[in-house]
């Protein structure tokens, strides 16, 4: 999971561009256990989780266990630092396959998986955008802004063309990659045939004597890449994950023809309050994801192996709705609900999508948990985008009424239709598009605060991801932000955690700073359990470490701007444990 591959891809034909300005370099060793870490003691910018540990709670004792929902991609139960803090539902007897509890979920021991069945499990699906233009194609690809349409025939022809403008801009960004990874894969592959090695050394890579220029870029960018990577193998591994991760995307989350849902799933898609499907099989075909955001929140602080996670007590209850794609809003719905009925106080959702289909649906398992006091946690997403700008589901806003009214009065200019760009020579023929082409760039829309009034849920908090060292590089440069919308940033960069088959990997994402926030929320309630969820969102937001100075980001034009922290956050810094606890002492 390299979220700069895209970046990696263009290295070399930024002839004179060094990467490095703009970005965090991955060269460089950290710490295992960084983000728990205090900037003023280790210098590194953690959260101050042993620092809390040490300081207030050595002589204190949890006063109950929290369980925290992951509802993500799946989680590997056998995991040696994850098997002591998983959630089991007591009630239940493994492998009767009886539904004991009564529940509606049969054997359902660490959790609920909603996108499989006895067929076997959905590991694959489109982007929502796909599956919406799959629905909106046959109505208005013959329709001309001259067609009669009423209002509403008018509202979806509107978001039909900014579908097809993007799915044109995705899909020419998807194959734009995949062919610069093909290129690269095929060079690995040959260094490697005939040195007769499964995985060739950089020495290889240099001695190998390039059929033509292409083979040579290929080579500047595996000598480039090994270095921002810091390593051979680290660029390696990422090349291999990102083949795959665009092979799938091409082949199945773009891919209009692809629908198997109703197949492995066999629940009827369009019943939004079906609530018993599924099976129990938590982990599926890909547990990468969501095993890594496990041990963030409650990897075994006890066992003497591997990483400490962030919370000492909690249990880690595993829901599976995302798959390689975006995820659907009446699974994400019905995890939530699973959640808050078995007993969650905190869900980690690190999921998101740039559209909806059934967000009523998601609404009001949202104000389910609200009532339920259940407090819920959300990566802002990886495209360093202005999410004051820019849509990003799920989200703690409403489709309401005063939502509605607000949308009439307020519509966005509908982007140009695509038109795919012509053949740009320099970059070596393999159909690259700069990406400093500013030619298409929109102006920046100002943003309408108004809109942040409206009604939303008072138990979210949406989390941005920063990286290790106090300086303007703090920002994660794949982190989106909002001023208004994105309420903390927490470490989401280079960090180590539980992956499938007992192993540990590095991985980045805002995916990875949400449940770095999630397990704070279980560590807080583990202590204060008294707490309601917007009390601990309030002392998460009012602990953080305040950010002074400026911090650097490329913009919605792609200029590097400086900005000071605050004006891409609402707290304006860094979730911080050790005050978070102090602070929470005082909510008594």
Known sequence: MNLNLKKLAFLAFLCGVNFAVFAQNKNVQLPANWFNLDLTENGYFGISTEKAYRDLLKDKKPKQEIVVAVIDGGIDTDHPDLKNVLWTNKKEIPGNGIDDDGNGYIDDIHGWNFIGSKKGNLEFDNLELVRLLRIYTPKY?????????????????????????????KYEDASNTFSVLIAIN??????????????????????????????????????KGAKEDGGFEKFYKSIKDGYKQYDAMLKYNLNPKYDVRADLVGDDYSDANQRNYGNNDVKGPDAF??????????????????????????????????????????????????????????????????????????????KYAEAKGVLLVHAAGNDNQDNDLEENYPNKFFDSKEAETYKQAHKKAVKPDFTPPKPNAQYGGMGMRSPYDRTSVLKPIPVDTAKFRLPHASNWIEVGASAYKDDDNLKADFSNYGKYNVDVFAPGFLIRSTVPDNKYEEADGTSMASPVVAGLAGLILSYYPELKPAQVREIIMKSVSKVAHKIKYKNEKGDNVRVLFSEICVSGGIVNAYNALKLAESYK
Not at 142 to 156: F, I, M, R, V
Not at 191 to 206: G, M, Q, R, S, Y
């Open 186 to 223: 095929k060079v690995l592959d040959s260094v490697a045939k005939i040195n007769k090695k499964e995985i060739p050394t950089l020495v290889d890579i240099d001695q190998y004597k390039a059929d033509d220029e292409t083979e040579e870029q290929v080579k500047t960018i595996i000598r």
């Open 141 to 169: 690809q013959s329709t001309t802004n001259l067609t009669p349409l009423d209002s509403a025939q008018k509202e979806e022809f509107r978001l039909y063309k900014k579908m097809v403008g993007d799915f044109g801009k």
């Open 289 to 366: 994801h969501g095993t890594h955001v496990a041990g963030i929140i409650g990897a075994d602080r006890i066992n003497s192996i591997g990483i400490l996670g962030v919370a000492n007590s909690v249990k880690i209850m595993a829901i599976r709705v995302v798959p390689t794609g975006d995820e659907r809003d009446k699974d994400v719905a019905n995890g939530i609900r699973y959640a808050v009925d078995n007993g969650a106080r905190v869900i980690n959702m690190s999921f998101g999508k740039s559209y909806k289909w059934d967000k009523k649906a998601v609404d009001e398992a949202v």
